[in-house]
């Protein structure tokens, strides 16, 4: 079974720091994928960032980046120069064949992220 | 080029009304997926369709069928409303042409049974 767990329900951040968001997963499979997404308090979910499991370089994509520990079995979501339209609710999703075709997903519980000024 | 349209976007039902939730994407897309969205517990797959004329439980089905009608459109029917059933419901899709394999998703429908 796909398992994914954000610790941190609330993350509080000033504008222009970074900020790192957890994300640990489980799973028995040796090829997956990792991805990050954001909803805004509008409700649709917008993807961020991807990282394979065979990928050798942490994934980056502009001021969002994904600290990979494979041996830890963690991928963090690091964002840089906070801004006060990064507030919203972010998730840590896995993705695994399906038997039948497709990907399976697997969230994990979110992280709400303020902004402050 | 819409990506994955839902409808309705909210709807309120009495306990033991029944309702369909469409969704069509226009990415040609092989898989679709219905996901609800509870407070607290992220997203859940109730079912998902890995190809057009098929279609498989996910991880909370009880309570909802699916109909992949074509390779557009997937709907998640709610035959009998339950209060369990009040939750956000997303629909995505996703293709094997997508770089990451990523999964787009609808809009939502904001549900709520009485």
């Known amino acids: 079974a796909q398992k994914i767990t954000q610790t941190q329900p609330g993350m509080f951040v000033q504008e222009k720091e970074a900020v790192t968001l957890d994300c640990t997963y489980d799973?028995?499979?040796?090829?997956?994928?990792l991805f990050w997404y954001k909803q805004p308090s509008s409700g649709e979910m917008i993807f961020l960032i991807y990282?394979?499991?065979?990928?050798?370089q942490n994934a980056t994509e502009g001021r969002y980046s994904l600290n990979f520990q494979k041996a830890r079995k963690s991928a963090n979501l690091v964002i840089s120069a906070s801004q006060l339209g990064d507030s919203a609710m972010y998730f840590c999703?896995?993705?695994?064949?399906?038997?039948?075709?497709?990907?399976?997903?697997?969230f994990g519980t979110g992280t709400q992220l303020k902004v402050e000024l | 080029n819409a990506g994955v349209t839902q409808t309705p976007k909210f709807q309120v039902l009495k306990t033991g009304q029944s309702m369909t939730l469409q969704c069509a994407q226009d990415?040609?897309?092989?898989?679709m997926y219905w996901y609800r969205q509870d407070p607290g517990m992220g997203l859940r797959l109730i079912y998902y369709?890995?190809?057009?004329?098929?279609?498989d439980k996910g991880e909370v089905p009880n309570g909802y069928n699916v109909s992949r009608l074509n390779k557009r459109e997937f709907s998640l029917r709610l035959e009998s409303a339950a209060p369990s059933q009040t939750s956000v419901y997303f629909c995505?899709?996703?293709?094997?042409?997508?770089?990451?394999?990523?999964?787009?998703f609808g809009p939502g429908t904001r549900l709520t049974v009485t």
């Open positions: 995505a899709s996703s293709g094997l042409a997508e770089k990451y394999y990523e999964q787009y």
């Open positions: 799973t028995s499979d040796p090829s997956y994928g």
């Open positions: 990282q394979g499991s065979y990928d050798q």
């Open positions: 999703a896995m993705r695994v064949p399906w038997a039948g075709g497709g990907n399976k997903l697997t």
């Open positions: 990415m040609n897309h092989n898989s």
């Open positions: 369709s890995a190809s057009e004329g098929t279609t």
